[in-house]
């Protein structure tokens, strides 16, 4: 095999791990902002959130977030946007582990959709927080 050949072949694996990279945040990203939504309902049914025109900002971040996932993908300002709304949905479990209201304190312990609830932060915490690295590995590695 002649060095030529050797580049291409480095070049084509270096395609499709980007290609894997990209496919993965999107994945992750997509997965963060449905938790998202299922956390904002959560909110809404424990009347943590009260219910009104207020979630319509939250209906915009997660507006954003899409568009920043779907289609400007593979830019540095999807990657920021997905980093951005990643952090936002990493603190989501903090504040509601840390709040008087929250998951300890609340009325969401002593009620039987309790399990979905707190399922929901902790995989909401693991799929932002992977997003978050593979934003920030993508915006690392741009020009």
């Known amino acids: 095999m002649d060095r030529r050949t050797s580049v291409g072949v480095h070049e084509t694996q270096k395609g499709k791990s980007h290609m894997k990279q990209t496919a993965m945040l999107t994945t992750a990203s997509l997965l963060t902002i449905l938790l998202m939504t299922f956390h904002v309902a959560g909110d809404i049914l424990f009347r943590i959130s009260p219910a ?84 920030a590995r993508a915006l690392w590695s741009l020009p």
């Open 52 to 135: 009104g025109l207020v979630n319509l900002f939250a209906v915009f971040v997660f507006v954003v977030q899409l568009y920043g996932t779907l289609v400007l993908g593979g830019r540095r300002a999807g990657y920021i946007i997905i980093f951005l709304g990643s952090v936002l949905g990493l603190v989501i479990p903090v504040i509601h582990m840390k709040g008087t209201r929250g998951i300890i304190g609340g009325d969401i312990g002593n009620s039987s959709q309790a399990f979905l609830f707190v399922w929901t932060l902790l995989a909401l915490g693991i799929t932002a927080t992977f997003s978050i690295i593979l934003s």
